[in-house]
C-alpha cells in the first residue's frame, strides 16, 4: 500500500514560510509515492523473459555515408526526415523513406568550425535544435565550437522555398562562451517544455 502521507493536505490558515516548508515536504512525499506506484507497476509487469536468455534488442543501418556525425534529430511534426550533425560542421538530411543521404547538405558552416576534423578533439559541431514553433517561424540552433575554441550558439532560417536547405546568411550569434580546453566541451542543446533554451557547455576538460 502507498504511504498514508501522500493523502496530506496543507492545514487552512498556514502562514506563507510555513506553506513553504509544506510544499516542500508534499514535493517530497509526492515524488516518495511517484517511484512505489512505479516500483509497483514493474513488480507487476515484469519483462518477458526469451529462451536462453536472449535480449529482444537489434540493429538496422538507416544511412550510410556520413562523415563523423555526432547527433541526429527531426524537426516537430515531421517524421519523413531526419537531421545528422556532422563533427566537421555540415548538416545532413536523411529521406527516411528511402534511406538516402541527401547531395546538398541542410547546412555547411564548416568554415565557422573549429577542430571539426580533428579526430582526437571533442570540437566541432555539437549539436541541433529546432524550435517548437519550427513550422511557422523556421529557426534552428546549432551548438558548435568557433574562433579560439568557444562554445558558440547560433540561429539559423530555413529557405523558404525549400525545406530540404537553409539559409547561411541568416545566421545570427545568441551566445558565447570561452572553453578552457579542446575536450568536455558538451555540446547538447535543446528546448524544455515551457520554450526554454537549454544547452551542455561540458566539464572544464583537460585531466577534470
Avoid at 509497483?40 to 529462451?51: F, Y
Avoid at 534488442?57 to 526526415?81: K, M, V
Wanted: proline fraction near 6%; charged fraction near 10%.
Amino acid at each position: 500500500m502507498l504511504d498514508r502521507r501522500c493523502r496530506r493536505m496543507i492545514p487552512p490558515g498556514t502562514d506563507s514560510e510555513s506553506l513553504v516548508k509544506h510544499l516542500k515536504n508534499l514535493s517530497l512525499t509526492l515524488a516518495k509515492c511517484s517511484l512505489a506506484a512505479a516500483a509497483m507497476i514493474v513488480l507487476a509487469n515484469p519483462s518477458p523473459s526469451l529462451a536462453g536468455g536472449e535480449t529482444p534488442i537489434a540493429t538496422r543501418r538507416i544511412a550510410s555515408g556520413l562523415a563523423f556525425p555526432t547527433g541526429c534529430y527531426h524537426a516537430p511534426g515531421d517524421a519523413n526526415r531526419l537531421f545528422v550533425t556532422e563533427k566537421t560542421g555540415r548538416v545532413r538530411i536523411v529521406d527516411l523513406a528511402t534511406g538516402q543521404v541527401l547531395t546538398t547538405p541542410f547546412l555547411d558552416i564548416s568554415s565557422l568550425i573549429v577542430g571539426g576534423g580533428a579526430t582526437g578533439s571533442e570540437q566541432g559541431l555539437l549539436g541541433l535544435a529546432f524550435h517548437p514553433n519550427y513550422a511557422t517561424n523556421g529557426y534552428f540552433y546549432v551548438n558548435n565550437t568557433g574562433s579560439g575554441g568557444a562554445t558558440i550558439i547560433r540561429r539559423y532560417t530555413v529557405n523558404a522555398t525549400n525545406p530540404n536547405v537553409a539559409v547561411p546568411t541568416s545566421g545570427s550569434t545568441l551566445l558565447t562562451i570561452s572553453q578552457p580546453f579542446s575536450n568536455h566541451n558538451g555540446g547538447w542543446i535543446g528546448f524544455g517544455p515551457a520554450g526554454f533554451l537549454y544547452l551542455a557547455t561540458g566539464a572544464g576538460g583537460s585531466a577534470n
